[in-house]
């Protein structure tokens, strides 16, 4: 069965530091999602992007943010200059054009 | 603002028990409702989904009814097994297909 894959698993990084998140979403899927989820607390919408530009994004997806599609399979996830209170869970989604995202396993981003 | 509230955990039954994890929401209009269930190490995963007021989803044993008078979507099961220790979530859907969860109730089965 198709999966959304997310690498790496957990990723350490000094503060100020870029970081980029990959995820490769399953391959027949339109639209792609950011999602986090700071320990304790709930799952936050950060952006939706599809047809190569983004369609939605929520107040914590600032200039810190970014996201892409390089290339027909990768959807990444960068942030420039990383902040303790960047530490979180950060989950990639897709949906093709029904209802349901499909989740990856997450990528658990620590910030030092 | 939407919201969506849900039942604190960790909440541990014994096998066989009856399960209600409570969930409420607050939303302008009728969004769609969800369950999504976390199995330790995996990625969210759709439980059961209702898309209009009085709806009922179900899945797995699991169901729960989209109630707009009372603004919920409990999610219940008569009879839980230890494979289904993990952590749940409620979501709501906005107009733009992005999901507003709650905090998600962990969930531990014993034998």
């Known amino acids: 069965e198709p999966e959304v894959t997310q690498t790496p698993s957990h990723q350490v990084t000094q503060m100020g530091q870029e970081v980029i998140l990959r995820c490769v979403p399953i391959?027949?899927?339109?639209?792609f999602y950011w999602y986090r989820q700071i320990l304790g607390q709930k799952v936050e919408f950060l952006v939706s992007?599809?047809?190569?530009?983004?369609?939605?994004k929520s107040e914590i997806f600032d200039d810190q943010f970014s996201v892409e599609r390089p290339d027909g399979s990768n959807f990444t996830l960068k942030i420039r200059s990383t902040k303790l209170e960047d530490s979180a869970m950060y989950f990639c989604?897709?949906?093709?054009?029904?209802?349901?995202?499909?989740f990856g396993p997450g990528t658990r981003l620590t910030v030092l | 603002g939407n919201s969506v509230t849900q039942m604190e955990g960790p909440v541990t039954l014994s096998e066989e028990a009856f399960l209600t994890i409570n969930c409420t929401y607050t939303?302008?209009?009728?969004?769609?409702l969800f369950w999504y269930v976390q199995y330790p190490g995996e990625g969210l995963q759709l439980l059961l989904k209702?898309?209009?007021?009085?709806d009922k989803g179900s899945n797995k044993g699991f169901e729960a009814t989209y109630r707009k008078e009372t603004t919920s979507f409990h999610l219940e099961k008569g009879s839980v097994q230890v494979s289904d220790s993990a952590v749940y979530f409620c979501?709501?859907?906005?107009?733009?297909?992005?999901?507003?969860f709650g905090k998600g109730t962990s969930l531990l089965v014993t034998p």
């Open positions: 391959s027949n899927h339109l639209y």
């Open positions: 939303a302008t209009g009728y969004p769609s």
């Open positions: 979501a709501q859907r906005n107009s733009g297909y992005a999901l507003n």
């Open positions: 989604a897709s949906r093709r054009l029904e209802d349901e995202q499909f």
């Open positions: 992007f599809y047809n190569n530009e983004i369609s939605e």
């Open positions: 209702a898309t209009k007021a009085d």
